[in-house]
């Protein structure tokens, strides 16, 4: 397997992505990695990787056409590399919007499919369990049949990554009602229906959405955005205030000294950073999204999840999907 | 001040609401309550308002024709009574479906406001202040510029809600930047850009909406609805986190016990039940809908919003608003 990686995405730097790379080869060393940055950065990697020399970096806050005229940098050189080494995988902690438009123009979109989706576990009520919401970001609009091939690719992704052979699929609504949603929401549910889409459960409430019963909830990326950074932002805060509650006396920092051990467990299942990146799934080839600010542990879990899904054989899984579906 | 109350849509009965009632007009000896339901269910309030018996009550479940057509239901009972009275204000625990249809249909809405919109105050990071979400579920889909008439609505209610002279006003989105959003959400950030419209800073993240920075964020309803149960479904699952955290062992019992206080705090500030309801902004007349599940605190919660609402002559000031914008 290959999997080539820009070196240059996370905010704290080559040393963290350098530090990932070094944990994920312990683990995989039948792995071919390619690593793509600033060689001067990368010289602990020597000898253990391939380097690939850019010489420049898109900043997190580039437009999509900065990106893509950045023919010199970490990234657009990654997916040079990895059409040319015909790699299985490609990873980056860089700008999202920038990742997604590259890969969707160099290196196509799936046969088919009208337009890429970004995916995401995220934690739920059940511990261990996790739910993949799709699309969290990739598009502000979404038509119905997009909405139909989100819950496919959700499906395919459920399966390669929960290992669930029947996941169940939602559509996230304003009401779990048949009848409520926008019309694109309706007419999707009209059209899983009607195709008696395997694992469709009907729609679901964003305050349900993550109760456990949902393994893939299926949204356009507008709303799945909202859904997402609106969970994170609540749990951010209801952090602090847990940390604030525990540090207002002497005897609430005992008390938390004495049930640590538990809300330790609690943040371990909050931390979405422990899932190591969000996947672009549609593209012809594994390609995930580490986060922004990967340190050597996150950035080592994005590796992780661009093995697995090419272990899965993901791509080709939805090749086929997709395919079946248009016949 | 008239207000006009349905005592039957909460889901505890009507013995919440009586005893809601009963804990307002301690408070507000000075307002005319009209109070419509079973007659037999209200004889403890007799003496201390004005019963109106209305036999039927509209189910939670009810569609929008359903509500319309139940006549003798509490919830259109009261909004007959709102309209023959010439009542300030009337107040509903029941479906906020019908309750939106009904009064949107019956008491109509505000000359040139196109759609009603659902405002609730949301807790923010900064203890003590409020952000006033809309809409959060009238409408499955707005136009710009439903959206620039929200912005107005809400900045009205915050001035008289949150006694803001000039309140912050943004729009959510799925990034900050300003061209960031669905078309309908562009072209509503072009507008009030354009007419310089008072205290608008641009778009915000669901993830920093709630950081104190807002004081109106406003949203078409589907994002809206999704961004409300999000948050509240976030809330609920750690406040059961935090509940399961303390409970594993007799030392963490301690811990809680020694802590207790500042996880009161947090609590009382993440309540949405807090807040007594949401109102329904764009109506001719102040409509709050008071929780589904509203206990007598809850429900004399809801009274005092209408109460605040209607003093602060909310209605006449969107009419004001609202004519002056089109002219």
Redo the contacts between chains.
Sequence with gaps: MKIVVDMMGSDLGSSATCQGVELFIKNHPDVELICVGKEAELSSLIGKVKIVNAPDVVLMTAGVMEVLRAKNSSMMVAIKEALEQDADAIVSAGSTGGFLSATTLKIKLIDGVERAAIVSPFPT?IKGQKAAVLDI?AS??NTADQLVQFALMGRIYARAVFKKEEPSIFL?S?GSEDEK???EIKEAHQKLKAMNFPGFMGNV???????GRADVIV?G???G??????????????S???K???K??V??K??????K???K??SQ??DYKSTGGAMLLGINKVAVKAHGNSDAVGFNGGLEVAYRMAAAKIVEQLKEGISNERR
């Design positions: 009520a970001g502000n609009e996230l304003n949603g926008t019309p409430e964003a305050r349900e959405a993550l109760d949204t990326g507008f709303a955005n909202i859904f997402l950074k609106a969970t994170e932002g609540i749990a951010k805060m209801m602090s205030m847990i604030k509650a525990f207002r006396s005897a609430s005992i008390g938390y000294l004495l049930s051990k538990g809300f467990e609690m299942t909050m």
